[in-house]
């Protein structure tokens, strides 16, 4: 692809694209990727193509709901890896959590590509600076996170076929489960097992975004940026008594006062 200027005003979403349009071409993705794509980008430009206010507040619940957590796991989709590998393994390494990754349209093959391509992210980002505000080895943190999913020994209850393949080390044992783009049915099921879902979506309106204990509405490599922000500069953030109903509606009221703007 051609290098696309910084001035270039959709530089970033461009470059999203080529991400997944590479993807695709790797056989990471599933053949729907595109279509999720685009339904995520239409929804941020309606956003802004910004952390809204809600979705800043749901980011620091999110962040101390994982503090807080007994165990807890980002699973992760193709989309996800694609688009925000290089943010989750960072915010694996400062949680101490595993990476799982755990597909709607599941086949062996996918699940070893995107590993195989979590873990070029993961010697990437140990050879990075640590971020801002992280005390201790950040290779060591790095270099520890363990990337599940290729071998599932656990089925989450309530779910049928291969999208409820998971790991016992992994989803099957966490209390605390961050899932960006997430199937409705499967954030239900989890939810019903007493899991915190705690899901990245764009759309205020899907049924993730519904069922989910917190929804982030924001853009999925946005969200990790926020929530590791979070995890090392706001030390004393607790979980509170969230209304996600009433976050979505925040949301969407952010998007109807941006369109009228
Ligand atoms: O890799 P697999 O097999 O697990 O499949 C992944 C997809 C995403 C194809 C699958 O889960 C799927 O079909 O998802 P849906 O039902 O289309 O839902 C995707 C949701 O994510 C939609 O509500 C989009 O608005 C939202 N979305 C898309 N891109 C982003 C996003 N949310 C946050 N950040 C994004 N970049």
Redesign the pocket.
């Known amino acids: 692809m051609a290098r696309i200027p910084d001035s270039h005003p959709r530089k970033k979403s461009l470059e ?1 694209r080529q991400k997944i349009v590479d993807g695709s071409a790797m056989g990471l ?2 053949e ?2 595109m ?3 685009g ?3 239409a ?2 430009y309606l956003l802004g193509e910004r952390t809204t206010s809600s979705a800043k507040g749901a980011i620091r619940e999110c962040a101390a709901r994982l503090m807080n957590a007994r165990r807890s796991v980002i699973s992760v ?3 996800t890896v694609v ?1 925000a590998g290089d943010g989750a393994i960072r915010l694996a390494a400062v949680l101490g959590c595993s990476i799982e990754v ?5 086949t062996p093959s ?1 699940v070893k590509g995107l590993i195989s391509l979590l873990e070029e992210k993961r010697l990437k980002v140990s050879q990075e600076d640590a971020p801002e505000g992280f005390n201790g080895s950040w290779k060591d943190s790095v270099e520890g996170v363990s990337l599940l999913g290729d071998s599932p020994d656990f089925k989450i209850e309530g779910l049928e076929g291969p999208r409820s393949n998971c790991t016992k080390e992994g989803i099957g044992g966490a209390d605390t489960i961050l899932v ?4 409705g049915d499967r954030c239900e099921a989890l939810v019903s097992l007493g899991k915190e879902v705690l899901v ?4 205020p309106l ?1 049924r ?2 519904k069922m989910a204990t917190v929804t982030i509405v ?4 946005r ?1 990790f940026d926020g929530i590791l922000h979070s995890l090392l500069n706001d030390l004393d953030i607790k979980p509170t008594d969230w209304d996600n109903g009433e976050s979505l509606k925040q949301s969407m009221k952010e998007i109807a006062d941006h369109i009228t703007e």
């Not at 990245?200 to 759309?203: E, F, I, Q, S």
């Open positions: 999203s993705l599933a729907s990727a279509i999720a794509h339904r995520g980008e929804f941020d989709n193709g989309n688009l755990n597909l709607y349209y599941r996918r960006p783009l997430e199937d990245v979506d764009l759309n899907s993730s975004a924001d853009e999925v490599s969200a």
